[in-house]
């Protein structure tokens, strides 16, 4: 009994400690965000290799998913005699849900491993302490950049995601399922409200530092060579994606609790 009871204790002292860890590592970086001096050179990079890179993951991810939302729809609301709705449900979804959250959890599978095996591979090989010797500060130089062009770039990604998703109901919606084309984007047009796509992009900024931020939070401390490096890759991608399904939740809860 004894022995399970110090388990549970190891488990939760380890978690409160990964808890406080992150909580001064996003501090800081956050501290230094708005901090001079930055690096615009390294942050354009990064925003094109968050950006522009992702695009054809994020794009394909959501035409596919409007075109089978549409199929689905159709195949529902065709019971009830509802199949004018199509079209609003598609738009809905998209800009509200499954833009955000399908181009997060793609560009954390992308990007987030990216960032955590890159820095976690200077980590090991020592060259973090290498930019402390330079009088460089490894935050302004690895973290910052990052964190700021996933808060810039995913919601621009997800604006194309919607676009793309949305056209990919129409597809579907006029070519499959024989909707006029002009009556469907009427309806598409007429009760797509404001809202929708700024709580999507909203959610879309917290998704971008968020995945920012487990990338570089994990291969910062990552820690034991390429074992180590590997498994700071997974994690960030792991705890990147839960992340998102929770923060999307509480997100959703605010905009759109009545």
């Known amino acids: 009994m004894l022995n399970f009871l110090a388990l549970i204790g190891r488990v939760v002292l380890g978690f409160l400690g990964h808890l406080g860890r992150l909580t001064i590592f996003a501090g800081a970086a956050i501290s230094h965000c708005v901090r001079p001096p930055l690096y615009p050179r390294l942050i354009g990079r990064q925003m094109i290799d968050i950006g522009y890179y992702s695009l054809p993951v994020v794009g394909l991810t959501a035409i596919f998913s409007g075109m089978v939302l549409a199929l689905q729809s159709y195949t529902g609301f065709a019971r009830f005699s509802a199949e004018s709705a199509v079209a609003n449900v598609v738009v809905l979804s998209i800009t509200r849900e499954l833009g955000p959250v399908l181009a997060g959890l793609m560009v954390a599978g992308r990007i987030g491993a990216s960032m955590a095996a890159e820095i976690g591979t200077m980590r090991v090989t020592e060259q973090i302490d290498a930019l402390t010797t330079l009088s460089t500060n490894p935050f302004k130089y690895l973290v910052v950049p990052r964190l700021l062009a996933g808060l810039l770039m995913l919601p621009l990604l997800v604006l194309v995601a919607d676009i793309i998703g949305v056209f990919g109901g129409y597809l579907v919606g006029v070519y499959k399922l024989?909707?006029?084309?002009?009556?469907?984007?009427?309806?598409?047009?007429?009760?797509?409200?404001?809202l929708d796509v700024i709580s999507g992009l909203v959610k879309a900024s917290?998704?971008?530092f968020i995945i920012a931020l487990m990338g570089c939070y994990n291969g910062y401390y990552s820690k034991g060579g390429a074992q180590g490096v590997g498994a700071a890759t997974t994690n960030a991608v792991v705890s990147a994606s839960i992340l998102i399904l929770t923060s999307n939740y509480i997100l959703t809860e605010l905009f759109f609790a009545s």
């Open 178 to 194: 024989g909707f006029n084309a002009g009556v469907y984007i009427n309806s598409t047009v007429d009760f797509l409200q404001p």
């Open 206 to 208: 917290v998704f971008g």
